[in-house]
């Protein structure tokens, strides 16, 4: 059986910072480009960018436009191709209502967090992925913020390394989910 249609969501707002307090993190340039390139590679639908911003949504447009437009375009067409996927909304509810009318009512988000003691498997979440649409959300600065959890969203289970120390970039930790949900090793 094949799974349903897949995205990712980048949360900018509402996150954490490393005392616990809710902020607002920047965009930044890697992040945009390295899991646009990762979901693209394992055939994500859409991947939105989640900053309520204003500034930070014209410099993701700019960015874009380079690389589908500008001189990007005609220098490495690949990259254009990936970023293609992004969609620059304001808070999470409105990537949710946006997937939600692309694949209809039934899509579920599936929250991350390295932080957290609590989650389904990888095999649940695929389990998940085969019955109905899935939008995996991921948190910037040091996670996603605490009234996200109290959704009763499914959260998948933290990425364990092999020590104490557990702190990944969000674009690695995407890449890792995705290979293991959808990858070779996840089929």
Do not use: K
């Amino acid at each position: 059986m094949s799974r349903q249609p897949l995205a990712v969501a980048l949360v900018h707002h509402p996150v954490i910072d490393r005392r616990g307090d809710r902020v607002t993190t920047a965009v930044t340039n890697l992040d945009l480009h390295d899991i646009a390139r990762t979901a693209r590679t394992y055939g994500v639908s859409r991947y939105y960018v989640v900053t309520p911003v204003e500034e930070q949504q014209l410099l993701i447009a700019r960015i874009i436009d380079h690389w589908r437009e500008g001189f990007g375009a005609g220098y490495n067409p690949d990259r254009g191709n990936a970023l293609s996927l992004v969609t620059t909304v304001a808070n999470l509810e409105e990537a949710l209502a946006d997937w939600r009318a692309l694949v209809g009512a039934a899509a579920l988000p599936v929250l991350t967090g390295a932080s957290r003691s609590d989650g389904i498997s990888f095999a649940a979440c695929r389990a998940l992925a085969q019955e109905q649409p899935l939008l995996l959300v991921f948190g910037t600065g040091w996670g996603l913020a605490p009234e996200l959890f109290e959704r009763h969203w499914p959260v998948l289970v933290p990425i364990r390394g092999a020590g104490d120390y557990n702190h990944l970039p969000v674009r690695a930790a995407a890449a890792i989910i995705l290979d293991r949900l959808v990858g070779e090793a996840g089929r």
